[in-house]
């Protein structure tokens, strides 16, 4: 199971870093003052910023019960003074970081000396918040059996409606520095809480059970509902702040995780301290763990095209290649043929080469791709021929040796595909004008290759298609990822979400190319789709769509229905269909068979549109 992860004994070090670099700015001067001859209490430890008085101090018979015991991962313990003070700013509760398997139990009493530090999960890079720990502890059992403090009750009512303070301008955006506010702002709520006991009531899951053993919920069931039980991030200020992860303290091996869905209810009281880790921010780690309560949610269905509509769709398959086990294939293929009703074009990311990621030059998906073609004709689907370029080697990001491509999939009963001269990796398509048609100059063919926008990503894949005699291009995409970005828990506010440049520029050819088509044949039926790796109301997406050359079609749904992936307990969008202006009527559907669920062929859910040319 994933915790917060191992720490490193250099925890002094980091401290020592992120004060010369300004990070935990603001804590310094103040460390002196906050020793004097009273007994060190938690609360002194924690103070009312994020940032410990004492870091670097070393502290003495710090009394507190022990209210959860950590044995795998980052190894320790919390405790808890029972006798807390009034300010609602300075938490209570701190982890004491031992490295190995911690002595103590539930419910001891004890006196810990050690030195106070705040480790930064994931690094100071990472933009993360710290969590404030003693380490290198020498422990006292003073008393064992003793009643827990009472856990401090999370709820809609408790957790405000506001996110975060703006970060500080002099400290580079950091909120570090800040006098806490937990009345007002959510992220300073749960900061004043950190480590200590607290407990949440039946809440729904807005983030199914991941191979790590931890799920979401929301304890506010009216923030931004979803129309199957998600939870929408609709906007950079839209936060969500309802949403917590929940672990359990217990080794798997003596008790498993629960499985569940979104929408599904984790009832009763979950009760243990509340940490900070690098994969989501602050985390009930459940000493007392509720029980699931199954909801009704099933993979949805589209409709089927009618006769004269032309159904497009996009999927990421993630990583696909011929080593994944036959069930993988199956799968997948079911759901083009079932969930997806067999679409007339499907434009395919993450379609990787021959070997996978063996990284040995292979750059073909030959194989990959008639394995998988041969799994939907098995399905029921029809018999898909398929047009993609292969990449340069190493030359497209993904995994390590996989190659990863898009590739178009095209019903041949129902479409046809335009061969162009067809391009090579580094062999940019352009567009030409035909008896007053735009057409590409390679069909397949590659939109800008060259352009630095592409370097270590995927480069677009053109294609033209005919359909019941009218022309209709296809541009697959599979933006840069996400990677880099800082989280919204970050201790920068807003966080800094770095791989939006690259995106931007990435946005800004597709629209350059499209507008090209458009400029040969203004009446042109371009779709543009595939894995934009941003959300709608994006600046990628505004790039896209800029000077109207194209529609983002996922618009065109209520709210409460878009989205495609769940991440950290947020549905959001990243997979898109965009229409030029000559698409004027179409029915959009984000099929939602794979980001609600735990048991997922794939993180992303596909879209497919339907329209007549």
């Known amino acids: 199971m994933r915790s917060s992860h191992p720490r490193s004994a250099a925890v002094a070090a980091l401290v020592a870093t992120a004060l010369a670099t300004g990070l935990l700015a603001g804590s310094a001067d103040a460390a002196e003052g906050a020793v004097s001859a009273d007994p060190i209490r938690i609360h002194d430890i924690q103070g009312t910023t994020r940032i410990s008085p004492l870091t670097g101090k070393q502290v003495t018979d710090v009394e507190g019960i022990v209210t959860g015991v950590r044995t795998y991962g980052s190894r320790g313990f919390w405790i808890q003074d029972p006798d807390a003070d009034d300010n609602d700013a300075t938490s209570e509760g701190v982890f004491v970081f031992t490295s190995s398997a911690p002595t103590v139990a539930v419910g001891d009493a004890v006196k810990v000396s050690g030195t106070v530090g705040e480790y930064v999960p994931g690094g100071l890079t990472s933009g993360n918040q710290s969590v404030t720990q003693i380490s290198k502890p020498t422990v006292t059992v003073v008393s064992s059996g003793n009643a827990l403090p009472e856990a401090t009750a999370i709820n809609e009512y408790s957790v405000p409606a506001e996110y975060a303070p703006a970060g500080d301008p002099a400290a580079a955006g950091s909120i570090n520095g800040l006098a806490l506010e937990p009345a007002r702002y959510a992220l300073d709520y749960y900061e004043s809480l950190e480590g200590m006991n607290v407990r949440i009531g039946t809440s ?168 998988f073609t041969a799994a939907i004709t098995a399905a029921g689907g029809p018999a898909y021929q398929w047009r993609t370029v292969n990449p340069e080697d190493k030359k497209d990001g993904g995994e390590p040796g ?107 050819a597709v629209n350059g190319f499209v507008k090209e088509i458009l400029a040969a044949d203004k009446n042109a039926n371009v779709l543009v789709l595939g894995d934009i790796n941003d959300f709608e109301f994006s600046a990628t997406t505004d790039a896209l769509a800029d000077g109207g050359a194209l529609y983002p079609a996922i618009k065109s749904l209520p709210k409460a229905e878009r989205y495609s992936y769940v991440y950290q307990g947020n549905a959001q969008v990243l997979d898109q269909i965009l229409t030029s202006p000559a698409i004027k009527k179409f029915t959009y559907d984000s099929v939602h068979i794979n980001a609600e669920f735990s048991a997922q062929n794939s993180d992303h859910d596909p879209q497919v549109l339907r329209f007549k040319p």
């Open 402 to 508: 996989g190659n990863i491509r898009q590739v178009f999939l095209f019903n041949p009963a129902r479409v046809s595909f335009t061969e162009r001269a067809p391009g090579d990796a580094v062999t940019a398509t352009g567009v030409v004008k035909e008896n007053g048609k735009a057409a590409l100059t390679h069909s397949p063919g590659r939109v800008d290759p060259a352009n630095p926008a592409w370097a270590d990503s995927r480069k677009p894949l053109a294609g033209e298609f005919v359909f019941r005699g009218k022309t209709v291009f296809v541009i697959a995409n599979h933006f840069g990822s996400k990677g880099g970005d800082e989280g919204l828990t970050s201790h920068h506010q807003p966080p800094v979400r770095s791989s939006e440049a690259k995106r931007l520029l990435q946005a800004q």
């Open 204 to 371: 729904r899951v807005v983030g199914a059970t991941d191979p790590y053993s931890e799920l979401w919920v929301t304890v506010k069931g009216w923030e931004n509902t979803a129309k199957r039980g998600g939870t929408i991030y609709g906007s950079y200020e839209s936060q969500n702040t309802g949403r917590l992860q929940i672990q359990q303290l217990a080794p798997l091996a003596q008790q498993p995780f629960p499985v569940a869905n979104v929408g599904d209810k984790l009832t009763g009281t979950t009760e243990g301290p509340l940490d900070f880790n690098q994969f989501g921010g602050y985390t009930l780690v459940a000493r007392t763990l509720g029980t699931v309560k199954a909801g009704t949610l099933a993979p949805e269905k589209t409709k089927p095209q009618a006769e004269q509509e032309l159904a497009v769709a996009t999927y990421n398959v993630e990583n696909l290649d011929p080593t994944d086990p036959q069930e993988k294939f199956d799968a997948l293929a079911k759901a083009v043929v079932e969930n997806l009703a067999s679409p007339d074009v499907l434009a395919l990311e993450e379609i990787q080469d021959d070997n996978g990621a063996k990284n040995d030059g292979t750059v073909s998906a030959e194989q990959t791709l008639t394995k």
